[in-house]
């Protein structure tokens, strides 16, 4: 009973560490200074959604544990925005409220990015997805697309060069800052 306990701790403490470099990524200056990301509550938890899809993603192809800790990932970022809704001084009764309709922005992004990045066929559907959910329709210049575009890709093409014992040791290459094209 107690080696379960222990597996439970350690999985949730690896968790918190990769949602702390997550979070470190999905706040990098480079997103919104190179790639045009809204520097705006709206763009900062666009991109938190975004990088934590590409973990998730990855995760979710690791068998039964990667699935666990998926799963404790997505939990953890949703008690965060709760926490977050809070200090930012939403009331107590709308806090459930705004955070279900985070969590379906949340799912929606996600099944755009996850077409989008199945697409063998260049980068239309990923920038058009971008466009729309990421960026909400204001479109920023070509090149600042093309480098978040890029960004999405690399990051997504690292992620899935990692193994279950990389997450475990929360040793993610290239989420301490935007991977290069």
Request: hydrophobic content about 45%; cysteine-free; overall charge neutral.
């Amino acid at each position: 009973m107690f080696g379960w306990l222990r597996r439970r701790r350690e999985r949730r403490e690896v968790v918190t560490r990769l949602y702390g470099e997550i979070v470190t990524l999905a706040r990098a200056p480079a997103l919104y200074a190179v790639m045009a990301v809204p520097d705006t509550l709206d763009g900062r938890f666009d991109s938190l959604v975004l990088h934590t899809h590409l973990v998730l993603r990855r995760l979710g192809r690791l068998g039964a544990e990667g699935g666990r800790m998926s799963q404790l990932l997505f939990d953890l970022m949703f008690t965060d925005m709760d926490h977050t809704l809070r200090e930012l001084g939403v009331g107590d009764l709308s806090v459930g409220r705004k955070v279900r309709q985070m969590a379906e922005a949340f799912y929606g992004r996600a099944a755009a990015y996850e077409e989008a990045l199945a697409e063998t066929d260049g980068n239309a559907r990923l920038e058009g997805a971008l466009l729309r959910n990421l960026y909400r329709g204001a479109a920023p210049e070509p090149r600042a697309l093309e480098a978040l575009a890029a960004h999405v890709q690399a990051l997504d093409r690292a992620l899935a060069g990692l193994d279950l014992e990389a997450f475990r040791a929360a040793r993610l290459p290239g989420l301490s800052e935007p991977v290069p094209a």
